[in-house]
């Protein structure tokens, strides 16, 4: 906490310095045409690294102020053209045309997720995609990490609409770390039916980096980083944001979000609220599925400012959900849900009706998660070309699990986990075509048990490392590498019981320790090397090589307790070594007029992989830990071995000429995860998700009629294949069969006479014919027998339409 105050300290300093000193802010000015000379009236110019931009306006005029001498990546983009990315030198004021080309193929993001400087993503040398909002929009999806796994080598694991963790090339939880304002989101993200808190409204586009390449945010990240970018920049003098409305039919989600933020002055500022709520979901075998509903209510707030000196932005997000756990407990006549319900003060079950499926009403057992986040942005400038940026965060996350129906008030389990997190980075000048930045960043962590009701014990976590990254690019080739140094410590607390359970201060006669103290500590140096080289002007091929290392988490170490959502009974152990990871990848990117094509293949080794298996008695039954009698959860353990990780993913884009406005989209995702060295029913890692293929027909077309503009229609296949590669050792994992979802939408916008939006319409299908299926990767797959079909588990979501409806808001 010290050196956290010191940094500020330091951080005012300098600020102060910059802003009273002579600091040679320059400025970027222009006009964005078409290629007839046409303004293009509110086109999109942005320098990502200064996180500063502007929008043309109705001459397709543009300027960008309080720029410090240097040269930048610019992008330019507009919807229906192609994205501009160029290398513009600003010394003083400087002029700059932009001409955009319309086209059918529109994706020529920059990005900045583990780069030194921003990048193209299609010369990026790591593994990088990127999509944004409105892409989102398209789609169906119940939260953040449902809405990206469309991108190749991305899916989710779940634990019913609510809660989904994201899984990169088979790997997940501690292993990827989750980005949001700048800061590495914490929150328990170890156990299974933990989701990522963060507000899937307020984001305007997320980056997933594949691969341990991501230096620049140390442990953890060995699968890769999910960068979620709240908000672009916005232009000066202007007032802008948009209000939000969709509604679901399978599980009624209503949802409502609203934000508006402006400049002026280069003092910005920005505020939103986000409010939804759903009740249980449905398919063709479970009927309503118990206790499957959530509620959301969410807002933040951002207030900073863009000066000579640099920028300093101060953000508040507060994410508050309460949702139901089902465990998917049934009657044996009639293999119905049943409910626990308070009957005279006893205990009781009664068989679920669909009533009560209809229900926005809190249920037992559930979840509430309150997550506030509080963040100190900082980009500070000098005359030399270089700068250093300062990123501050404070978390608070408060998660706590109600399963007593007799006193639905009074939290079992109850984790309050503290997060201080700090990132000091430095961006050198350029020096002879080399981008260099080096860095320092880390975190201190307590978590606190607050319930009745123990899994984890009390710890305290303190997290650094240090990194150097640097690229350059030539005509042909841009190669970027680096290394990073990491060290991790955990002290845990000892916690005892008496007979009855409860926490005592000591041992106590008839009681036991849950969990002894221990103080560990984990070190490693990683790095990596890649290189992207120019085979064509079309043609794109990349190498990159990596070492990964992650340090166990806490739940890995030291469970001792009943994990609620994920029906199991967990002991964690203490003799874990941390997971080091060497990982290759080859990629090439083709690129025509009508024609774009991304493939990728990998092969990840790792070292003392962790993963979690079931414990059986000596009869060969499912091991059923005392303290656990009365509810029967199985018990499992954490457990190690030298794992590899190897397949790719292949995107194509087709637009047949002369049919432009005819989209054919195929993604295919593979990945096989094995053991080293054990047998049959050890040989394949667990939990590792199906082989997929999404094949989409979209139409679209710029224009229609007098007052519709951005006009599509889609069908999708979304096609799952069997995974049979299990790890069947124990009972821990059972295969699962193919599966194909039907999909669809329509989308437009209505404008008025000027031309100006005034409304977007987005309407989505998904499942159109109700198929029934279990995702390999949800959870609930593995709840109770439904004794009457003789159906093991839970089934994914049936048919859902979905209507959403956005206004913008333009105030100058």
């Known amino acids: 906490m010290r050196s956290l105050l010191l940094l500020c300290g330091l951080l005012c300093l300098t600020i102060f310095t910059a802003s009273a000193g002579n600091i040679n802010a320059g400025k970027l000015k222009g006009k964005i045409t078409d290629e007839q000379n046409v303004p293009l009236t509110g086109a999109v110019i942005s320098i990502p690294d200064l996180h500063v931009g502007a929008t043309a306006d109705s001459n397709g005029d543009y300027v960008i102020s309080n720029i410090p001498q240097g ?53 990026s040398v790591t593994p990088i995609q990127s999509i944004r909002m409105k892409q989102l929009q398209e789609n169906i999806s119940t939260n953040i990490i449902d809405a990206i796994t469309k991108l190749p080598g991305v899916s989710q694991l779940t634990t019913g609409p609510a809660v989904s963790k994201p899984i990169i090339r088979g790997l997940g939880y501690n292993r990827i770390i989750t980005l949001n304002d700048g800061v590495r ?40 980083v999910i960068n979620i970018i709240s908000d672009d920049p916005l232009p000066e003098g202007k007032i802008r ?48 599925v118990f206790d499957s509903r959530y509620h959301n209510n969410n807002f933040g707030a951002t207030i900073g400012m863009n000066k000579k000196w640099g920028s300093s932005k101060l953000s508040f997000t507060s994410f508050n959900q309460i949702l139901g756990i089902s465990e998917g407990e049934r009657d044996s006549a009639t293999g119905k849900f049943i409910k626990a319900v308070d009957d005279n003060g006893v205990p009781g079950e009664a068989i679920v009706t669909d009533d009560d499926g209809r229900s926005y009403s809190r249920a037992t057992p559930s979840q509430q998660i309150n997550h506030q986040k509080l963040v ?75 319930g009745n009701e123990f899994l984890i014990p009390d710890y305290n976590l303190f997290d650094i490392g240090g990194y150097a990254i640097a690229k350059k690019d030539w005509k042909r080739w841009s190669v970027s590498g680096g290394l990073r140094y990491n060290y991790r410590k955990i002290t845990s607390d000892a916690l005892y019981t008496d007979s009855s359970g409860e926490r005592t201060s000591g041992p106590v006669a008839g009681g036991e320790q849950r969990f002894q103290q221990f103080n560990t500590s984990f070190s490693n140096i990683s790095g990596s ?131 432009d406005w005819l989209h054919l989209e195929n993604t295919f995702s593979y990945v096989r995860g094995v053991t080293s060295n054990n047998t049959d029913s050890t040989h394949n890692l667990p939990y590792i998700p199906a082989a997929r293929w999404l094949i989409e027909l979209r139409a679209q077309q710029k224009k229609m009629g007098s007052f519709l503009r951005n006009v599509y229609a889609k069908v999708g296949v979304d096609i799952n294949f069997a995974q049979n ?50 995702n ?36 100058k």
């Open 376 to 450: 100190w942005a900082n980009n500070l400038y000098f005359n030399n070309g270089g700068r250093i940026g300062l990123t501050l965060g404070y978390q608070q996350n408060s998660r706590k699990e109600f399963e007593d129906v007799l006193n639905p008030t009074t939290p079992g389990l109850s984790f309050l986990l503290k997060t201080y997190s700090y990132d000091l980075k430095y961006f050198f000048p350029v020096w002879k075509g080399w981008q260099v930045t080096s860095g320092i960043n880390g975190m201190v962590q307590h978590n606190e048990n607050k």
């Open 241 to 288: 944001g948009n209000v939000t409305a969709n509604y679901q039919t399978n599980n009624g989600q209503e949802a409502i979000h609203a934000q508006l933020g402006g400049n002026n002055n280069g003092i910005v500022w920005n505020g939103y609220y986000t409010g939804k709520r759903a009740h249980d979901y449905k398919n063709p075998y479970d009927g309503y």
């Open 529 to 659: 090397l890649g290189a992207s080289y120019a085979l064509t002007e079309k043609t794109i091929l990349k190498f990159n090589f990596a070492s990964g290392f992650r340090a166990p988490n806490i739940a890995e170490l030291s469970a001792n307790g009943v994990h609620e959502g994920t029906i199991r009974y967990e002991y964690g152990n203490l003799g874990l070594k941390p997971e080091t990871s060497f990982q290759g990848d080859i990629g090439i990117n083709w690129s025509s007029d009508h024609v774009q094509i991304n493939g990728a293949v990998f092969y990840n080794h790792i070292q003392n992989f962790i993963y979690i298996r079931k414990l059986l008695n000596a009869s060969g039954k499912d091991s059923i830990p005392e303290q656990n009698n009365d509810q029967g959860y199985p018990a499992f353990i954490y457990d190690q071995t030298n794992a590899t990780l190897y397949g790719g993913e292949l995107y194509v884009d087709l637009h047949p000429h002369p049919f």
């Open 71 to 123: 040269k930048y990546l610019v992008e330019v983009r507009m919807l229906s053209y192609a994205n501009i990315t160029e290398a513009v030198t600003i010394s003083g004021v400087t002029t700059h045309d932009f001409k955009l080309k319309e086209t059918v193929l529109e994706r020529n993001e920059v990005v900045i997720t583990g780069t030194s400087l921003a990048t193209e993503e299609r010369k």
């Open 725 to 774: 590669n299990v790890f069947t050792a124990y009972n821990t994992e059972t295969a699962s069969p193919g599966y194909t979802l039907l999909n669809a939408g329509v989308g437009m916008d209505f404008v008025g006479k000027k031309q100006n939006t005034l409304f977007t319409l987005t309407l989505a299908a998904q499942n159109l014919t109700d198929v029934a299926y279990q």
């Open 776 to 811: 390999h990767l949800s959870r609930l797959r593995y709840a109770d027998i439904n004794y009457v079909t003789g159906r093991q588990g839970i089934f994914n979501m049936g048919r859902s339409f979905s209507i959403t409806v956005s206004v913008p808001l333009d105030i």
């Open 185 to 224: 989101q914490e929150g328990q993200q170890w156990g299974d039916e933990h989701g990522i808190e963060i507000d899937d409204y307020n984001v305007s586009r997320i980056e997933v980096l594949k691969g341990p390449a991501s230096l620049a945010y140390g442990s953890d990240a060995l699968a890769g």
